[in-house]
C-alpha cells in the first residue's frame, strides 16, 4: 500500500538548515506529484514545496529562495532542504501524495 515517511525534523537555531526526507513506497515516486505542507500550532496546513512528475518545482512565497525540493527517485525520497531557518518556520512538516495519502509529519522547531 502507499506509505509516506518524513524524517530529519529537529530543533536547529535561525539561520541554521535542515534537511526533511521523504521515503515513499506503494507506488512510483517518479509519476506522481509530491507536495511538502506544513502546519502550525494553531494554523491550517499550508503548501510549502511542490514537485511534479516532470520535475518543475513550486514554493510558497515565504519560503522561496530557503527552501529547495527535489527527489531522488532511484532512492524512492524526496527531499525538502531548508535554509536560513527563521522562528515562523518551527511547524509540523508532512509530505502529501494525491490519493490523499499524507505521510505521519516531522516537528521542526526554529528556537535559540
Known amino acids: 500500500q502507499v506509505q509516506l515517511v518524513e524524517s530529519g525534523g529537529g530543533l536547529v537555531q535561525p539561520g541554521g538548515s535542515l534537511r526533511l526526507s521523504c521515503a515513499a513506497s506503494?507506488?512510483?515516486?517518479?509519476?506522481?506529484?509530491i507536495i511538502w505542507f506544513r502546519q502550525a500550532p494553531g494554523k491550517e496546513r499550508e503548501g510549502v514545496a511542490t514537485?511534479?512528475?516532470?520535475?518543475?518545482?513550486n514554493y510558497a512565497d515565504s519560503v522561496k529562495s530557503r527552501f529547495t525540493i527535489s527527489g531522488d527517485y532511484a532512492k524512492y525520497t524526496v527531499y525538502l532542504q531548508m535554509n536560513s531557518l527563521k522562528p515562523e518556520d518551527t511547524a509540523v512538516y508532512y509530505c502529501?501524495?494525491?490519493?490523499?495519502?499524507w505521510g505521519q509529519g516531522t516537528q521542526v522547531t526554529v528556537s535559540e
Open positions: 514537485v511534479t512528475s516532470t520535475g518543475n518545482t
Open positions: 506503494g507506488f512510483t515516486l517518479g509519476y506522481y506529484t
Open positions: 502529501f501524495k494525491t490519493g490523499p495519502y
